[in-house]
């Protein structure tokens, strides 16, 4: 197998290709065990530091840019496509979102559309495709409505993604991820990105400011949920998928607050009072404007599953980032 994963520097892209050269091979379809002959990590800001093993090799470039893009996916068979412009970033720079989050992702599916054999390709969408007004309770079958020019670049990219697939050009599917939270490393310019960083950042001794009301509902999923989601989704077989290449994924659904109180109960009030409220109203209407109730009855019957709750996200941020062990105070 060739696999290209497009946004391959960050922190998920990272992950995945660490599991992927751990197993070594992609079981496809349920029974079709293929070793893993190279993975193309696909981003601008990649380093050589990332090719550690042989099977890796790095492309630096630009989704915009045909030439490159060609040459990443010359005789791929599987594609994850997590490069994005985030959602704070694609409303403040219109050009910038739509060059890479929908003329990039065009761009993408030309080139796959030109190799042989139907690639099979995810696409990792998210609930930003939908804005008020809008249901309580998001099911599988809600259209979308977005309110933001990045959940409109999403919804039109999860059609493109669908149409390419009913056309036989590429075997796809599109996944609307919840928000996710822990991530590690450092803020980035999503309006979500404090959902993260309040339990990230007080955990590694540092302040973190929450721009919402403690009020506010969230709809999340761990990195561990998320990146076991991106590998069911490219290992499910076309049949079992069908005609509809939409899959809305499971999450856990709670205030700030109550992640707050989480954090306060699994670490102490002194970790959790490092996080400082400052309110900002557009932070607050862009995420006001996402569903935070969702029912992915689909994704469950296809094998997909959520997490438990908020505490065993905290816990598995500590393990699987922290070694294990709390900071001192």
């Known amino acids: 197998m060739r696999i290209l994963i497009t946004g391959g520097a960050g922190f998920i892209g990272r992950k995945l290709t660490e599991r ?4 070594g091979a992609v079981t496809l379809d349920g029974d079709r065990r293929e070793p893993i002959e190279q993975i193309t990590l696909l981003d601008p800001y990649a380093d050589e530091t990332a090719a550690h093993d042989p099977r890796v090799r790095i492309l630096r470039g630009s989704l915009s840019d045909p030439g490159t893009i060609s040459k990443a996916v010359q005789g791929v068979d ?4 997590l490069a994005a412009i985030v959602s704070s970033e694609a409303e403040a720079d219109f050009d910038l979102g739509m060059n890479v989050n929908l003329h990039g992702l065009l761009t993408l599916l030309e ?3 030109r190799e042989p054999g139907r690639p099979r390709l995810v696409y990792t969408s998210g609930f930003a495709v939908f804005g008020r007004p ?3 309770i998001i099911t599988d079958h809600v259209i979308p409505t977005p309110q933001s020019s990045y959940g409109m670049q999403k919804a039109v990219g999860e059609l493109l993604v669908s149409d390419y697939s009913r056309r036989g050009f590429i075997d796809g599917r599109a996944v609307r991820l919840p928000t996710i939270s822990v991530r590690p490393g450092k803020p980035n310019k999503a309006a979500s990105t404090f959902v993260s960083s309040i339990i990230r950042e007080p955990l590694a001794g540092q302040e973190a400011v929450c721009p919402v009301k403690p009020e506010t509902l969230v709809y999340i999923l761990s990195p561990r949920r998320a990146l076991d989601a991106l590998e069911r989704a490219m290992t499910l077989s076309d049949a079992s998928i069908g005609p509809i ?5 499971p999450g856990i659904t709670l205030s700030v607050g109550d992640m707050v109180s989480a954090l306060e109960k699994r670490a102490g009030d002194r970790i959790a009072a490092r996080i400082r409220w400052e309110f900002d109203p557009e932070i607050q209407r862009i995420v006001e404007s996402w569903p935070s109730t969702v029912k992915a009855e689909r994704a469950l019957e296809l094998g997909f599953a959520g997490d438990r709750d908020f505490a065993s996200i905290i816990d598995a941020h500590i393990e699987d980032e922290l070694n294990g062990v709390l900071p001192p105070l």
């Open 20 to 23: 992927l050269l751990a197993a």
């Open 78 to 81: 599987l594609v994850w496509h």
């Open 111 to 113: 080139a796959l559309r």
């Open 134 to 136: 809008m249901p309580d």
């Open 245 to 249: 290449r939409i899959i809305p994924l």
